[in-house]
Every structure is written in structure tokens, then in C-alpha cells.
């Protein structure tokens, strides 16, 4: 490295030296939006040369990596412009349902939505186009020291299926080897074989996140067993079937991939253990206990599932629950944030729960670095407003509380955490409800899946 590469690389450190680094794990982020401009991590060691200066892997990452397409572009470009005003209006009808504010004119029009293909097809490429740089924003809210790292691993026009052909290849593969066999374990085998491909792509984002030091990572993608059963597994077992598979074979396959997919997703998580990843709980309005998800049901020390709620007043019907599997709950109803082309959107789901909740925890990091990641989960937990409608739904049986977290990490500085957690909870109040929302308000709409590598 030559004299000014060094002196560049010194200054770069030297201006991230107490910044709380968030690694967003999504579809790519538009990082010249001008909410997040002034707030884009930067490699401390390499530059726009062509170089691999840090000898990581990754040429030119400089503000992270597309992992979807092994390549520096942390978004894709030619997407601006290209969308119908369908999509748009899409999520104004949406946010008007949810919050119960919805007319008959919303509901019809609605309804026609979820019945043109075409319209969802769009839907979805939009969906990935925006979602990194939406939920980049809101880990980034009024945190002026935090640093965006982008890893893109959702590509922003998924690929037709192809694990089809991936399944039956390796159901295949081992019902040559396995003639004794009954057809339930070569099922599961090959169930579980696919499922380890998570463990193959996913190693390496958890292996960045660590190396480089991100201090949090959001995850708000996931796979669901409601989604696979509804989207995925009627397609596997029919081929090797050779027959419609019946409901109870879609339960109980969809409920053991998913498990496979939780145990390969640890893979992310494993290598970076003083990061603390916060993951979106799912979209699918069912118990994670019950029906598992991934990646949100990695239970470890360095991870917390978020379930999203409207405002301070309900859990949202679209919200996954769940009192082991899910630990708090955070605003996810309604939610204004940047997308790419230095604009705006509103958008629901426990993705933008999720990064509600990263968001908290870097200004806790920022007020008391000393914080590790059972402290910040504690505190996340422990200063949530209490609320009878979460008991049952969340481990917390609460919402995040960002003003009284932040407090405890502030008085943690000088006692005890279990004292500064208490004086905490006298000193900040809870969190006042939405103006023109109440309890009565009758929720409806339709929400997106979390975007997923299957």
C-alpha cells in the first residue's frame, strides 16, 4: 500500500472510530438518498482502485458487497423510473386499510389488486427494488454517528424458481443410494439437503459482518411455513409424488424444511458473535412457536425477533407472534422512509419493525459502547411499554420504548444494569398512542411476505 493509500486508510479510520456500524442484510440500498448519504459505512482499508487492498474477497467493497450478485453495486439503477403508478398506490390503499381509515372504494380496489397477477408480479420486483433502501432509513433515523453497511443477498428481480429441479435432483441422488428407503426419508433428506444450501450462501455474509465489526445487522428477510407450504412445497412434493400432496403432507414437510432452513441459517449469525442481529419476525399472522420461521427463530445470545404493532395500540394482524420464538414487538404500521431516486414511501410490515428495533439499538451503542449484546437485548426487552393486547404475543408482553432505552444505557454508564433498568422505568412514561387511531379501529389489507431466498 502506497504512502496515500495509507494516509486515506488512517482518516477513514480515524472518522468511523466511534461510529455504531449497521450492517442492513437486504435487497440493496440506494446510499446517495439524502437520508443516507452522510451516513454510508466506509471500509477502513480499501478504495475505488480495481484492488482488493484488504485481501478480503471482495474488490472495491467499499461500502459493503452484493453478495446476490458478487459485485460492488449495492443497488440497481436502471429499476428507477420503471414502475407503474399501480405500485405506488398500492401502499397508499394499504396503509389506509391497516389502519382501519380504509373507504369501500380502498377495499374494491384492493380486492381487484390481489387479483391481477400482473400487477403482484410487479409488486414483488418493486417490493425488492425499495426494500433495502426503505429499511436502511429507518435503522438510520435520528442517529447522526450511525454508519450503513449494505449487503445485498436478495437479487431485485428474483430468478424464475429453480429449486425445483434442485429437489428432485437430489430426492433422486439418493433414492439411487437409499433403496431400502421409505419415500417419507428420502423426502426429508433431500428437504434437508436443499435447506444446507442456505448454510453455503449464508456463511459468508455472517463471515463480513464479522470481520468487519458491524455492530448490528438487520435481517428483514425470512422464510415461513406458511409461505413455503402455500408457495413452495405443493410444487416439490407433487413431482416426486406424482400426486397432489395432501394437507397433512404439506404440514408436516413445510414444518421440517423450515426447521432445516432455521438450523443452516445459523450459518449468518455463528460467525459474527459480538453483533447483534435483529430479525423480522414474518408476515404471515401465525405463531413462530407453532409454525416456525427463518431466520427469525434462531434463538442465540446475539439475536432478537421483532413482531410489529399499529402505532402503540394493537398488534398488527399481519404480524407473526409468538412468546419463545419472537422477543419484542416495535411500530410497523405505516412507516415513511426513503426509497432509492431520493424518495419516499410508507410501507408496513416486520421489516420495518425489524429495523425499528436496530435503530434503537445503535443509539443505545452510541450512548454506552460498553453495552454487549445481552445488555442491549435486556434493555430492549425490559424498558418496553407493557401492554395487556402483547401478553401472549411477544416474550417482552411489550413495544419498544426508545426514549427510556436510551436511558438505561445512559445510566448504566455509572450503576448496576438492573438498577439503571428501574430507575428507567419511573423516570420516561410510555409512549402516548397514535393521534386518530384507537383500539376499535378495524384493520385490513394485504402484505407482502418477507423477501426470501427461496
Known amino acids: 500500500m502506497n504512502f496515500i493509500k495509507l494516509l486515506s486508510v488512517l482518516a477513514l479510520m480515524s472518522s468511523n472510530a466511534h461510529a455504531t456500524v449497521i450492517a442492513v442484510i437486504d435487497s440493496g440500498t440506494d446510499l446517495s438518498h439524502n437520508d443516507l448519504k452522510n451516513k454510508m459505512w466506509t471500509n477502513p482499508i480499501d478504495i475505488d482502485d480495481g484492488v482488493d487492498n484488504d485481501d478480503n474477497g471482495y474488490i472495491d467493497d467499499i461500502h459493503g458487497w452484493n453478495f446476490a450478485e458478487n459485485n460492488n453495486k449495492l443497488y440497481d439503477k436502471s429499476f428507477l423510473g420503471t414502475f407503474s403508478p399501480d405500485v405506488y398506490k398500492f401502499f397508499e390503499v394499504q396503509t ?15 380486492n381487484a389488486a390481489r387479483g391481477n397477477s400482473a400487477l403482484i408480479a410487479e409488486l414483488g420486483t418493486f417490493g425488492n427494488f425499495v426494500h433495502g433502501t426503505h429499511v436502511a432509513g429507518i435503522t438510520a433515523k435520528n442517529a447522526d454517528k450511525a454508519q450503513v453497511m449494505v449487503l445485498k443477498i436478495i437479487p431485485t428481480k428474483s430468478p424464475l424458481p429453480g429449486h425445483k429441479k434442485e429437489f428432485v435432483d437430489f430426492y433422486n441422488g439418493f433414492a439411487k443410494k437409499s433403496l431400502t428407503s421409505t419415500s417419507d426419508s428420502l423426502i426429508k433428506m433431500a428437504l434437508k439437503a436443499l435447506a444446507s444450501q442456505q448454510s453455503k450462501s449464508l456463511a459468508p ?8 465489526k458491524a455492530r448490528i445487522a438487520n435481517c428483514s428477510f425470512g422464510t415461513s411455513t406458511a409461505a413455503v407450504k402455500s408457495m413452495i412445497m405443493p410444487q416439490l412434493l407433487k413431482l416426486v409424488l406424482r400426486r397432489d400432496p395432501t394437507p397433512e403432507e404439506l404440514d408436516t414437510y413445510s414444518i421440517f424444511f423450515v426447521t432445516q432452513v ?3 441459517s445459523k450459518a449468518l449469525v455463528t460467525p459474527a458473535p459480538n453483533t447483534l442481529f435483529v430479525i423480522a419476525a414474518g408476515n404471515d399472522g401465525s405463531n413462530n412457536d407453532q409454525l416456525p420461521t427463518s431466520p427469525a427463530n434462531i434463538k442465540l445470545q446475539n ?15 399481519f404480524s407473526n407472534y409468538g412468546t419463545q420464538m419472537v422477543d419484542v414487538a416495535a411500530p410497523g404500521v405505516g ?13 408496513s410490515g416486520t421489516s420495518q419493525a425489524s429495523p425499528y428495533v436496530a435503530n434503537v439499538a445503535g443509539l443505545l451503542v452510541d450512548t454506552n459502547p460498553n453495552l454487549s449484546n445481552s445488555d442491549l437485548k435486556k434493555i430492549l426487552i425490559e424498558t418496553s411499554d407493557l401492554k395487556d393486547f402483547m401478553k401472549g404475543k411477544v416474550a417482552a408482553n411489550g413495544i419498544v420504548n426508545t426514549d427510556r432505552a436510551i436511558t438505561a444505557a445512559k445510566l448504566a454508564l455509572t450503576m448496576q444494569i438492573n438498577d439503571a433498568l428501574q430507575a428507567a422505568r419511573v423516570q420516561i412514561n410510555d409512549v402516548p398512542a397514535g393521534f386518530g387511531l384507537s383500539e376499535n379501529n378495524k384493520e385490513e389489507g394485504f402484505v407482502l411476505p418477507l423477501p426470501s431466498l427461496f
Open 96 to 110: 389506509r386499510l391497516l389502519k382501519g381509515l380504509g373507504t369501500d372504494d380502498d377495499r374494491a380496489w384492493m
Open 205 to 212: 455474509i455472517g463471515a463480513y459482518v464479522g470481520n468487519e
Open 262 to 264: 432455521i438450523e443452516a
Open 303 to 317: 439475536t432478537i425477533s421483532v413482531a410489529a404493532t399499529l402505532d402503540y395500540l394493537k398488534i398488527a394482524s
Open 335 to 347: 412507516i415513511r422512509s426513503s426509497i432509492p431516486g431520493n424518495q419516499y414511501l410508507t410501507v
